[in-house]
């Protein structure tokens, strides 16, 4: 098999960051991890060549992928076993449809809630930053961490109106994703590129304690759970109680 030469650059916390790391594994390449500092990541990548602000940015024997979907498509050729995606058209469709759905809806959803909950709360933010490198001490990164939350805030539009509707919206897509398991579309024996998307998105609203009873129960939780089962991050409950009332997160 042949070697090759990997660079993830991640942020900590970051749910497309984690999907990432976890295919780099499941494909069983060896890479280095680069932690960035939100916000500031932005401008990292940027200085680094690559042709967008985000996260997850790979470097892959001097090519540069960015997006866990690009990511996933781009491992998926160098090496096609274990597979991201089913050999059969229609079922990678249905995978395909449901990976697309967990970058472009649920991500988001999740990212917004997240900034929302440790706007209120910046103390959490150390304990999503478990293991990472990012040049300075954590404790310190953390005490001077507010204008980074308040832009990464901003950046993810994570306003009360959004996360409100969000939180009200939070159990349909709950309810989306015990179908597909239901159906097959995930939670197979094999974990497939939309478990992995969809999986660490479930992960990090199950760090919010207000969120993690009531998604923990159902078949979504469960699948998360296998996806990432050591994701980092506590948040305590934060989020205003009338924002999570019993009919938003039951299912």
Known sequence: MRRVKATLYVTPG???????????ELKGIDYKRVD??????????RGLRFPHDTVPA??????RIQGSREIARELESLRPVPPLYPAEPDVR???ERAETWGD?????????IFWNAVKRDRSPLASYAEGARLGIPIGLAVKTAAPIVALAARSSEASDENVRADLSALPGMLKRIDDWIADGVLGGEQLNAADL????GVRLLMTLRDLRDAIGARPAGELAMRVA???????????????????????
Request: charged share 20%; glycine share 4%; aromatic share 4%.
């Open 93 to 95: 469709a249905a995978v």
């Open 58 to 63: 790979l470097k892959l024997d001097g090519r």
């Open 104 to 112: 472009e809806s649920l991500q988001p959803v999740a990212r917004r």
């Open 197 to 200: 998307q969809i999986g660490t």
């Open 229 to 251: 089962p050591d994701y980092p991050g506590d948040t305590p409950p934060i989020l205003p109680p009338t924002w999570l009332e019993p009919r938003r997160v039951a299912r």
């Open 14 to 24: 970051s749910h497309p960051s984690r999907t990432a790391q976890i295919m780099l």
């Open 36 to 45: 960035l500092m939100p916000v500031i990541s932005k401008a990292a990548v």
